[in-house]
């Protein structure tokens, strides 16, 4: 297994708004590794969406809380990992499949944790007393894996 190696790090204040600091960033970090552009528009919703839930549910808004964003490679993918205070009721997992022509009404549909299964390579969500951790993986071109 090849050994990980972080990239950045990166902690936002638990305020919307803030989801956009962390696409930036991961967006810079994908385009150096070569990911194309397709796929680094995936990996911005996930990482949005991720910290959004991280935001919301994760540590309740409470901006003194914050949201840590590490992004990390493995040799063989880019590795994201989103991380919340787990100060929030909520523990999250995969709901019903959601018929994206017909999205679930009301404020917890699922639609999240939908988008981020569905538009990266691998996703781990690891709840624990303290802390909430997303780990999502998209697979580096292969140009670059070998």
């Known amino acids: ?3 990980k190696r972080r990239l950045v790090e990166l902690r ?3 305020l919307f708004g803030y989801e956009k600091v962390a696409m930036a960033t991961v967006t810079a970090v994908a385009t150096r590794a070569g990911i194309s552009a397709e796929r680094i528009e995936d990996l911005r ?17 409470k901006a003194e809380a914050p949201v840590t964003i590490i992004v ?3 040799g063989e993918h880019l590795l994201v990992d989103v991380k919340d205070r787990a100060l929030g009721d909520t523990k999250p997992q995969m709901g019903r ?3 994206l022509q017909n999205p679930p ?3 917890h549909g699922n639609m999240g944790l ?3 299964h569905h538009l990266v390579d691998k996703v781990d969500i690891v709840c624990r007393a303290n802390s909430t951790h997303v780990h999502m993986a998209m ?3 292969e140009v670059l894996v070998h």
């Open 72 to 74: 990390s490679t493995d």
């Open 139 to 141: 697979r580096l071109p």
């Open 45 to 61: 919703t996930a990482v949005a969406e991720a910290c959004i839930n991280a935001i919301e549910y994760g540590n309740s808004a």
């Open 1 to 3: 297994m090849p050994s």
């Open 97 to 99: 499949m959601v018929d």
């Open 12 to 14: 936002i204040p638990s």
């Open 105 to 107: 009404t009301g404020p």
């Open 114 to 116: 939908f988008l981020i």
